[in-house]
């Protein structure tokens, strides 16, 4: 491939066209998706109008093209873009003669794994849950903005994204991908993404989940309130513990709904008898 590539150069009034009809078809990434090729329907349909422009006067290699894309391909949503703009302009080299259909098929494979765990860290374990956390207090004071927030923080950025990747997978070249994965630069932003939500998960845990545990033992003067106790030894410790009993159930295979409808039903019962 022609690393120069298109970095340097200005965009074609044809070029900008075809990666704006790119974006709009990107957000079907889970098109047709299935449990054997995973997102292959939706990278095929996203590519279309790339296709249809590169192969216009050529109806094998658009065939063979349309073909090439139906195979296995599975990344997260926003890294979809990055790839399907290279990818793009990989067929433009394969048409040209600087490539093999190989190093189109190389190219997918060799980057949906890394840039998939680099940007489910960013969005999954981060924005994700920042944006819960923003909405949440939003709503928990009854200001229905929080709903608007979290689509904001969570939705409109992955769409922004998507739109600025596309384009830079489509000028950068392979040379610039190669140099980012060697530099160790990706796995230092998604272990920092996964830190930063681990640090919003612990605060979300010490905002917004309370445990009022009135339970009292003795009488009088010495009575001792349970849940003041054991905040004294380790303050938020029942919040931190309902949240790691959730974590736990979760991964035994624990609906969500099952959960929450079995805290509804313990903190009914406690309220009843007197524990909460």
Known sequence: MDDKTNATQELTASEKATLNKM????????????MTTMEANGFTVTMSPAIEEIYADDSEGKREAYRRHQSFFNTHAVAFNFIAGLVYALERDLKAGKVTPGVI??????????????????????????????????????????????????????????FILLRLGYTLGISAIDAVFESGLMQVAAKAASILGLIMVGAMTATTVNVPLAWTLGSGDT??????????????????????????????GVRPLQIILGIIAIALLGAFLGVF
């Open 105 to 162: 098929d190389a190219a997918k494979a060799s980057l949906m794994g890394p840039t998939a765990g680099m940007f489910d860290s960013l969005f999954f374990n981060c924005l994700r849950v920042i944006g819960a956390g923003v909405a949440m207090g939003l709503c928990a004071q009854g200001n229905a903005l929080g709903v608007l927030a979290f689509i904001l923080i969570y939705g409109v950025s992955q769409s922004v994204l998507k």
């Open 223 to 252: 009575a001792v309130v349970i849940g003041d106790l054991l905040d004294g030894i380790y303050p938020g410790i029942l919040s931190i513990a309902i949240v790691m009993v959730c974590m736990w159930l979760t991964k035994k």
């Open 23 to 34: 974006f709009v078809l990107s957000h079907s990434v889970f098109l047709g998706f299935n």
